[in-house]
């Protein structure tokens, strides 16, 4: 295991639904903030890494577990780890702590390193990675395979300047923006994530149109981001409704 690093925050009135509940989308901007600051305390942060190596980070998996959603005003704790890393993949844990201290969201997030010019996956190498102290290991964690949608509900979106990180990709966080979005308001108000798979195929272009689909069985749904002909994005949600949430 690695070193952890934590932050605290009182959930603002901009990042929480109409339910009053932190939006998973912002959880997730807000941990790679924080795995960015433990990145720059550590003398190894984003910028460094593309001017020493031109490597960026990017992310290929989640893998989340909702027990329930923190509320506006309410303060949670981040915390971060780098668990291990093998030759290609690097395995970094988020867990999310209310004020009693449970943890009340989990999530495993896959990274690998990636050539800025090539746009090529490049192998990691230990010394980039020593500084977080991470442990290496063979063992490769595996996604689940997502079914092919058949039948599904479709709406297209256009890519804004807005939503693109400095490396020129669409952010992590918009792609669950256009997951959630395609089920529609009256859905989401009645339902949270109880589990997410979220992977991630392709980059979106700049500029261009994303179709999100997906098809909904009982609490299960299945999704596909697509642009161009090819898949971007795929993720599986076991849903649950609000008389079942855990408060």
């Not at 994530?193 to 149109?209: A, M, S, T, W």
């Amino acid at each position: 295991m690695g070193l952890t690093y934590q932050m605290k925050m009182k959930i603002p009135f901009d990042m929480a639904d109409m339910n009053g509940h932190i939006k998973l989308p912002d959880v997730i901007l807000l941990s790679l903030q924080v795995s960015g600051l433990q990145s720059i305390d550590l003398g190894i942060s984003d910028k460094a890494m593309l001017e020493k190596y031109n490597l960026v980070w990017i992310i290929t998996d989640y893998d989340i577990d909702v027990v329930r959603l923190p509320k506006f005003g309410e303060e949670m704790t981040i915390e971060t780890e780098a668990l291990s890393y093998n030759r290609l993949f690097c395995y970094r844990r988020f867990t999310i702590y209310d004020e009693a201290g449970s943890a009340v969201i989990n999530m495993l997030a896959t990274f690998v390193l990636m050539d800025r010019d090539s746009r090529k996956v490049h192998a990691v190498e230990p010394k980039i990675v020593a500084p977080y102290e991470a442990e290496f290991s063979k063992k490769l964690i595996r996604g689940p395979k997502y079914p092919e949608l058949k039948d599904s509900t479709s709406k297209d979106y256009h890519v804004r300047f807005y939503d693109l990180d400095m490396n020129g990709h669409v952010n992590n966080s918009k792609y669950l923006d256009w997951i959630f979005e395609v089920m529609g308001a009256d859905f989401l108000m009645e339902h949270i994530p109880r589990k997410i798979h979220l992977k991630y195929v392709k980059e979106v272009r700049p500029g261009g149109q994303i179709t999100s689909s997906y098809n909904l069985e009982g609490l299960e749904s299945n999704h596909q981001i697509s642009s161009d002909g090819d898949i971007n994005a795929q993720a599986s949600i076991m849903w649950r409704r609000w008389d079942d949430r855990a408060e």
